[in-house]
């Protein structure tokens, strides 16, 4: 059985190495996927500490929340691909340093 800390770790890591790409990178798409992976951080830890719970046979809360952020992550990846393609379409990039006006 794997401990708490293992989980914590790997969400830790996940979530910084989301972290790292969502701030250092330059395309849309690839800041989008740091978000997501960010997000399943969250999940592995929600799942994690709902496991090693007192009350994890009875109580589903944990896997309650990490359903809401999957829902939530897509919904988030299907609204940010639409505004990436829309931006596409009107500047012809999703290099993020280029699109810093609203009007083109």
Do not use: C, H
């Amino acid at each position: 059985m794997v401990p708490l800390t293992g989980y914590l770790l790997v969400g830790a890591f996940l979530f910084s190495a989301g972290l790292y790409g969502a701030l250092a990178r330059r395309n849309a798409i690839a800041i989008l996927m740091s978000i997501e992976l960010m997000l399943n951080a969250a999940n592995i830890n929600l799942v994690a500490f709902w496991r090693y719970g007192e009350a994890a046979q009875t109580d589903l809360t944990g896997q309650v929340f990490a359903v809401m952020i999957i829902a939530l992550a897509a919904a988030e990846a299907a609204v940010g691909l639409a505004l990436i393609i829309s931006v596409y379409r009107e500047r012809k990039t999703v290099n993020v340093d280029e699109l810093d006006l609203l009007v083109g």
